[in-house]
T-cell receptor
């Protein structure tokens, strides 16, 4: 089956620093990748959608200058949390899909737990 | 806008008993519906999906769900619970955004506990 990896699996950083999270599709080319965040005991909330080679589309209320997304290749997307603050602490999950049809399954990564001190 | 409501944030069943996790959706167009499972500290795994074909959808690990348009429901069931079924379950509905990208809207999740 399709596998999506994330790195790192967890990260602790100081307030004000930036953190980069990688999302890779290991055995397929991902035309579209999605970034979600999940607060404790809550559901996943879509942050942004990225298509390879184009700018990401951010959901309402998500600061694009704070959460920088780069989808430079068909197998890699990165999320950079800039000037992180404690309220950015969350579980960040990416997913990838190989096609554009809305019946295409999204394959999810294992998530990255970010803790900002 | 699409939305999903999962009734019951926690469900406990005895091992071997029927599992029923409820999901109701709101959609202005025929929806595509999904059930995902999340084990602790892991990402989401697709259990099954409904894409306007058969209304009874069979998934992995013995789970199935039935799409009922009249009730706007897509409840998840399994005849006999196993200890390994203990996890968080999310119902989701998909839609296309203005750029043709599939967007998933998730319910708040139901934590399933299996009692030995």
């Amino acid at each position: 089956g399709a596998v999506v990896s994330q790195h790192p699996s967890w990260v602790i950083c100081k307030s004000g620093t930036s953190v980069k999270i990688e999302c890779r599709s290991l055995d397929f080319q991902a035309t579209t990748m999605f970034w979600y965040r999940q607060f404790p005991k809550q559901s996943l909330m879509l942050m942004a959608t990225s298509n390879e080679g184009s700018k990401a589309t951010y959901e309402q209320g998500v600061e694009k200058d704070k959460f920088l997304i780069n989808h430079a290749s068909l197998t890699l997307s990165t999320l950079t949390v800039t000037s992180a603050h404690p309220e950015d602490s969350s579980f960040y999950i990416c997913s990838a899909t190989p096609g554009h049809q809305n019946t295409d399954t999204q394959y999810f990564g294992p998530g990255t737990r970010l803790t900002v001190l | 806008a699409q939305s999903v409501t999962q009734l019951g944030s926690h469900v406990s069943v005895s091992e071997g008993a029927l599992v029923l996790l409820r999901c109701n959706y709101s959609s202005s167009v025929p929806p595509y519906l999904f059930w995902y499972v999340q084990y602790p500290n892991q990402g989401l795994q697709l259990l099954l999906k409904y894409t306007s074909a058969a209304t009874l959808v069979k998934g992995i690990n013995g789970f199935e769900a039935e799409f009922k348009k009249s009730e706007t429901s897509f409840h998840l069931t399994k005849p006999s619970a196993h200890m390994s079924d203990a996890a968080e379950y999310f119902c989701a509905v998909s839609d296309l955004d203005n750029f043709g990208n599939e967007k998933l809207t998730f319910g708040t999740g139901t934590r399933l506990t299996i009692i030995p």
